[in-house]
T-cell receptor, first 116, second 116 residues
Framework: EAQVTQNPRYLITVTGKKLTVTCSQNMNHEYMSWYRQDPGLGLRQIYYSMNVEVTDKGDVPEGYKVSRKEKRNFPLILESPSPNQTSLYFC???????????????FGPGTRLLVL | AQKVTQAQTEISVVEKEDVTLDCVYETRDTTYYLFWYKQPPSGELVFLIRRNSFDEQNEISGRYSWNFQKSTSSFNFTITASQVVDSAVYFCALSEGRNQGGKLIFGQGTELSVKP
């Protein structure tokens, strides 16, 4: 089944404790992206990757890191989480050779993160 | 500047009623793409439809229909004979053709509640 998977689905952590949210897709998509969803703000892009070893900042990259060492995986790293990073996180992927807009992005199931 | 506005924060209807969710967008690009996603109570984001700016033909898929009007910069979504399973948050999103980041710009979402 074609899908985007994320782990963990739910996570409670404390301020400053490094964490990684994994994202994997089995559709051979070149483009992957991370969004966060907050009440009243919709979804906002954190980082994106157009291909292996090619990543760039989205609208709200502060406090996050990403890497793209393999085509299928795009982990989101919070080096020192803070309470304002409490959110619902989505990973997405699409087939996009150029990285320009327009391709349908397929989303993972989401990761609910609570930072105390 | 690019922007998506979903003015209806919450809508409540009774089963079998028709309901229209409004979406107004802003962009300076002549090439752009519009999307609708559904977020049921379980939290995942489900892709519903993608339209490009050169195709103003309305689309119908079962009980769902979409009305794209460039003259009013709107891409409205109608559910005919609504059902309880339609209860969800619905997001309209915009992607610009020249957007190298492939970013989706989301509206704030409309929460639809369908009561039996």
């Amino acid at each position: 089944e074609a899908q985007v998977t994320q782990n963990p689905r739910y996570l409670i952590t404390v301020t400053g404790k490094k964490l990684t949210v994994t994202c994997s897709q089995n559709m051979n998509h070149e483009y992957m992206s991370w969004y966060r969803q907050d009440p009243g703000l919709g979804l906002r892009q954190i980082y994106y990757s157009m291909n292996v070893e090619v990543t760039d900042k989205g609208d709200v990259p502060e406090g996050y890191k990403v890497s793209r060492k393999e085509k299928r995986n795009f982990p989101l790293i919070l080096e020192s989480p803070s309470p304002n990073q409490t959110s619902l996180y989505f990973c997405a992927s699409s087939y996009s050779r150029s990285g320009t807009g327009g391709e349908t992005q397929y989303f993972g199931p989401g990761t609910r993160l609570l930072v105390l | 500047a690019q922007k998506v506005t979903q003015a209806q924060t919450e809508i409540s209807v009774v089963e079998k009623e028709d309901v229209t969710l409004d979406c107004v967008y802003e962009t300076r690009d002549t090439t752009y793409y519009l999307f609708w996603y559904k977020q049921p109570p379980s939290g995942e984001l489900v892709f519903l439809i993608r339209r490009n700016s050169f195709d103003e033909q309305n689309e119908i898929s079962g009980r769902y229909s979409w009305n794209f009007q460039k003259s009013t910069s709107s891409f409205n979504f109608t559910i005919t004979a609504s059902q309880v399973v339609d209860s969800a948050v619905y997001f309209c999103a915009l992607s610009e053709g020249r957007n190298q980041g492939g970013k989706l710009i989301f509206g704030q979402g409309t929460e639809l509640s369908v009561k039996p």
